[in-house]
């Protein structure tokens, strides 16, 4: 009887078997259809492109993804200018206040001009990236950087300086809105978070090289203007790298140049693949559909902040990020580094050469987000990296309490670790800072967008870094870093696990469609998914919480 029921149940398998082949098949017939009218209607945009003048410094390369990862490296390389002369200042703060004869005060504004140009630069970034292009801004972001560099060299009187800040500070803003747009409208939506990112990375390699130009010029006569100075060499290679860079294709897009969008997607991502070709097409209907949707209020198109709730969601969602990431004081500890390191014992050389310690951690740190955020995703990443980042700030605070007279090396020791950990964890966790501002916002808005995200970093880190000595003396050091600081950072903790959506390996138009939904659809999804980890938690089931796909 057994032998009977297996011959029926093979008998069955057989001829379901066939229906399967069938409809593998049909959907295997399904893609080549699909796939033959994108080509088709590529090879008309191909034809058109062929009447079309070549640029004047067009380059290419056979791989397009070649051309890629020089796009990639040269614009992130803002990041580097930005990181350096946030850290060039704080070699410069050793002499340069006696060499000019400035106030406590005055030291303060040279110090938050700065973050104070930046969010000057940051309200340029509307305009210039509508009307001038991303890869034009950061040309004359470069050009920023070399007037205000040049002016704090030669400076001979606070307002010098802090004409010089500024100028620079303007540099940093319209660069550090624009270069992460620039990237993530450029680059495939399965790498973006790690490409992306690369741009603090980038921060965290100039800070580190701030540091070491620091180191070795610090004791020669009229050190602080090489120190300052020094960022000109940079500013100058990636001015030219620029020049034989190509605009963005979904700026090109959005400005209704689409055959100049062929050409440069051509040269940078290619149409090898199924998912360039659905991308490009997708991308072109999606600004379509854009430009029909705000037809009415084109004049006024930052209007849809107040009256699109999915414009409305993504503007408030990626501030609130980075207000909570700021107010953490990560750039007032690095403008003062130096100076913390004094106050801990080291003397003024030996000051210098241990910010290097601080710097390293931040650059380390960034690393494991340029290799594994994308696989991991934003939200289990960011929630992930703040209780690292926690600790060290609690460590921060118990070194503030040993007495350094009778206990130097364990002051040293706890308060440099405290250091290392904080620096490190917000390195990671800071590419945040970056990627989610420069995906959230729709094509047509995405410049006013970074415009209010970019002012709003700048604006809290001169709020932190220009209030940081007042704050410390009237709150202390320890309730600065554990009650200010520790509360922000538990406070974003909170609000990341509650209203945090995930982005990984979604297009910038797949992204759309998510902040359509209404918050409390994203809330229950997220509370949903922190219930069954405090579960999979309580049972050890620890390979589940700590896959590289939890919970989709």
């Known amino acids: 009887m057994s032998e009977a029921k297996d011959l029926d149940v093979l008998a069955d398998a057989h001829k379901e078997a066939p229906i399967a082949v069938e409809m593998d098949h049909v959907d295997l017939k399904e893609n080549q259809v699909s796939e033959a009218a994108m080509d088709a209607e590529l090879q008309l945009l191909e034809e058109q492109l062929q009447s079309l003048p070549k640029a004047k410094f067009e380059i290419s390369f056979s791989n397009p993804a070649i051309y890629t990862w020089i796009l990639v490296g040269f614009a992130s390389m803002g990041g580097l200018l930005s990181g350096l002369d946030q850290s060039l200042i704080s070699g410069a703060n050793i002499s340069l206040p006696d060499a000019l004869h400035l106030s406590s005060s005055q030291a303060s504004l040279v110090n938050g001009g700065m973050p104070l140009g930046a969010v000057a630069g940051a309200l340029l970034l509307s305009p210039a990236n509508e009307y001038l292009g991303r890869r034009m801004s950061i040309i004359v972001s470069c ?19 802090f004409a010089g800040r500024m100028v620079l500070g303007a540099g940093v803003g319209l660069e550090g809105g624009t270069v992460p747009v620039y990237v993530a409208e450029s680059v495939p939506s399965k790498i973006r978070g790690n490409l992306v990112s690369l741009y603090q990375l980038n921060i965290a390699l100039g800070e580190v090289l701030g540091y070491a130009v620091a180191a070795i010029f610090i004791g020669v006569d009229g050190d602080w203007r090489y120190i300052l100075g020094s960022s000109l060499v940079f500013s100058t290679i990636l001015l030219v790298g620029m020049l034989f860079l190509p605009e963005s294709p979904r700026y090109l897009m959005h400005k209704g140049r689409e055959i100049e969008a062929y050409d440069v997607w051509k040269r940078i991502r290619g149409f090898n693949d ?16 854009e430009a029909e949707e705000q037809s009415q209020t084109k004049k006024y198109a930052w209007m849809d902040f107040f009256t699109n709730p999915r414009a409305r969601r993504a503007i408030v969602y990626a501030n609130i990020m980075i207000f909570l990431g700021q107010f953490t004081g990560v750039n007032a500890v690095m403008y003062y580094m130096s100076t913390l390191m004094e106050a801990i014992g080291f003397d003024e050389k030996k000051a210098v050469f241990m910010s290097l310690v601080g710097g390293g951690s931040l650059m380390i740190g960034a690393i494991p987000a340029v290799l594994y955020m994308e696989r991991f995703g934003r939200r289990y990443w960011a929630n992930a990296m703040l209780p690292g980042f926690f600790i060290g700030l609690v460590l921060v605070g118990v070194g503030y309490t040993i007495d350094y007279s009778k206990h130097p090396a364990a002051a040293e020791g706890v308060y440099l670790t405290g250091i290392i950990l904080y620096m490190s964890f917000f390195g990671s966790y800071a590419c945040l800072t970056w990627v989610i501002p420069s995906e959230v916002f729709p094509t047509y808005l995405r410049s006013y967008g970074m415009t209010t995200a970019d002012a709003n970093l700048f604006l809290c880190s001169f709020i932190v870094t220009y209030n940081f000595t007042r704050m410390m003396d009237s709150m202390t050091r320890i309730g600065l870093t554990l009650g200010f600081y520790g509360g922000i950072a538990v406070l974003g903790w909170f609000y990341q696990i509650i209203f945090m959506p995930e982005t990984k390996n979604k297009s910038l138009e797949e992204i759309d469609e998510l902040f359509s939904q209404p918050t409390s659809v994203i809330v229950k999804k997220n509370m949903k998914q ?12 620890l390979r589940k919480v700590f896959s590289p796909e939890p919970y989709n």
């Open 143 to 161: 050009i920023l950087y070399t007037v205000g560099a040049g002016l704090e060299a030669g400076a001979i009187n606070f307002g010098m300086i």
């Open 274 to 289: 199924f998912d360039a070709k659905d991308e490009f097409l997708g991308m072109r209907q999606a600004v379509q559909i």
């Open 530 to 541: 922190t219930s069954q980890v405090i579960r999979d938690l309580a049972h050890f089931r």
